[in-house]
């Protein structure tokens, strides 16, 4: 659970919003609108890496309502996709466009010594992305302050470091009086690998199926591309 030298840290200055609105459709958290220097980071970095969010997914003030027309009409979001959060270049995203996908929530860290996970969380996403998988990135500094950076030093690192090219929220609280509301839920539900409780450490991953279910979560030990993973994965996927 160590970290790696500070030197290590990508020295970008960028004030950018790190919070985590975890609201749905059911509770509403402050939110300000993205400043000028968080603007002109979102603008820089799409010019570098491609999109992860579908436009589906991106929700803007202006058509928040005909987004959850939509979503009304294609039928009920799931509970655990029923949230809305922001993304490290300050947009919010709205969950249930990702219904159908099997998704992969994982809350992160830049200087953990589980950080290296981070190859295999995109090696899992280039491999079977196209099958329907989603990896999404959680970055927290919940654990041993192992998360101080902003949300532009964050998506820096990730590109930088390990290629990461699946969806990276902003940073997020995943436990204590703070907690996300998307993290309470998922932490309430218990599955056959852990039981319901805190999150323990950076790295812990959750498996939710195709309709938004939490179908396993794993703990910060279990390696992205295990065994343990792939079996469940590839099972949700309808893969063999």
């Known amino acids: ?41 979102g603008e820089a970095y799409s010019e570098r890496v491609p999109d992860p969010f579908p436009p589906a997914a991106l929700v803007s003030p202006g058509r928040a309502a005909g987004v959850a027309q939509a979503g009304a009409a294609k039928g009920a979001c799931p509970v655990l996709l029923d949230y809305r959060m922001v993304d490290l270049r300050g947009r919010r995203i709205d969950l249930c466009a990702f219904k159908g996908k099997v998704l992969l929530l994982v809350n992160t860290a830049s200087f953990c010594g589980y950080t290296p996970q981070y190859r295999g969380l995109e090696a899992l996403q280039e491999r079977y992305g ?22 532009a030093q964050i998506q820096d690192f990730c590109e930088a470091t390990y290629g990461v090219r699946f969806p990276m929220f902003g940073k997020v609280t995943v436990r204590g009086a703070d907690k996300a509301p998307l993290f309470v839920r998922l932490t309430a539900l218990p599955t056959p690998q852990a039981a319901s409780g805190d999150i323990a450490w950076n790295f812990e991953k959750f498996l939710l199926d195709r309709e938004g279910r939490l179908i396993a979560r794993f703990r910060s030990a279990v390696e992205p591309e295990s065994a343990e993973v792939l079996t469940l994965l590839r099972a949700a996927l309808g893969q063999s």
Do not use: Y
């Open 1 to 41: 659970m160590g970290g790696v030298p500070a030197a290590a840290l990508v020295c970008a200055v960028v004030l950018c919003a790190g919070l985590c609105v975890g609201t749905g459709r059911q509770v509403f958290a402050a939110e300000p609108e993205a400043g000028p220097i968080a603007k002109a980071f």
């Open 130 to 151: 196209a099958a329907g998988l989603v990896v999404m990135g959680f970055p927290t500094n919940d654990f041993g302050a192992q998360e101080p950076g902003s949300n």
